[in-house]
């Protein structure tokens, strides 16, 4: 079985974004990126929504599509889905899903390969927690949304060795070191030149992690806004982040963690792998060290008089 069915699912926050992005704007010979389940966009996020959010008829029309497609394309040998959400099919009670595209890509000849790229727990949590409180998505506290993503912890790490033994599907899991590159990998995997994909990333813009300041005015853009009546608006906020250093100090690495929650999550992750036979996790992950960065709690008050009023020259709010 030459031809390959690929399904890359993330983990968020692996570099997803720029390599859908890259593949989304470049063709390449013999690997086929669809445009279905894309909508137009750089991910196959249609397709994680339909098999795991929107119920049964739902992912029985996802299904169909899929199949319609393989059918009306059997002479591509890689074609490749890429969502962060289709990290969904690592659940408990998904793994159905699973089997049943499984199934439906070795009818048409194709070997399922799931290509999941894992960072270290801390830093993940970390990460997804800065975004979604960026968008103003997440009120809860820091320490409180860890703990309230423990249990999802558990059942991805068990859904991870349970899919391994799925019929006919190769998962690949990898682990998100520094200096790992999504876009290197995914040379390797589809057997392209070095540089394909790594050459065509220099071109796009940097990781969203925003400075501290930065982080801090989107957390309370609100409060800002009130101080000095103005209407600056989240998306302003964002572009000017993106597109220039709106704070010139803003250059100190810093976290969320206080030493004891980081060793506690750390700890937990190492032991929920363990007790679900995730060696690999294990191995990749132990031994790491906290990292005394500058602790922020993303308050207010950690927000200086010489950051806001960077923030008013820049809007031009005087």
Request: include cysteine; glycine fraction near 6%; proline fraction near 3%.
């Amino acid at each position: 079985m030459s031809k390959r069915l690929l399904l890359h699912t993330g983990m968020p926050k692996t570099g997803t974004s720029a390599f859908q992005n890259i593949m989304a704007m470049h063709k390449y010979a013999q690997i086929d990126y669809p445009l279905l389940f894309r909508s137009g966009k750089i991910a196959h996020h249609e397709l994680a929504y339909k098999l795991l959010h929107q119920g049964e008829l739902s992912q029985d029309n996802a299904l169909k599509s899929l199949k319609c497609y393989l059918d009306d394309h059997a002479a591509l040998e890689t074609i490749l889905f890429s969502s962060e959400s289709l990290i969904g099919l690592f659940g408990t009670k998904t793994w159905p899903v699973t089997e049943a595209i499984s199934d439906l890509a070795a009818e048409h000849g194709y070997q399922l390969e799931i290509h999941l790229i894992l960072r270290r727990m801390a830093d993940f949590l970390e990460a997804m927690y800065l975004q979604s409180h960026r968008f103003g998505r997440l009120k809860m506290a820091f320490r409180d949304y860890i703990k309230s993503r423990c249990p999802w912890i558990d059942s991805l790490f068990q859904s991870v060795k349970r899919l391994a033994c799925v019929k006919d599907l190769q998962l690949f899991t990898v682990f998100y070191h520094s200096g790992f590159d999504t876009n290197q990998y995914f040379e390797d995997v589809l057997g392209l030149p070095s540089g394909s994909l790594t050459g065509a990333s220099s071109k796009l813009r940097p990781s969203s992690r925003f400075g501290m300041n930065g982080e801090i005015l989107l957390a309370n853009i609100d409060i800002f806004n009130e101080e000095y009546s103005c209407q600056l608006r989240r998306p302003q906020v964002i572009h000017a982040l993106e597109t220039r250093q709106l704070f010139s100090a803003d250059v100190f690495p810093y976290t969320l963690y206080d030493e004891n929650t980081w060793r506690n999550i750390t700890s937990f992750s190492i032991q929920s792998a363990l007790q679900a036979k995730f060696f690999e996790y294990a191995a990749a992950f132990q031994g790491s060290e906290y990292n005394a960065y500058r602790l922020t709690s993303l308050g207010y008050d950690e927000l200086s008089r010489d950051a806001k009023n960077e923030v008013i020259r820049t809007f031009n709010l005087a």
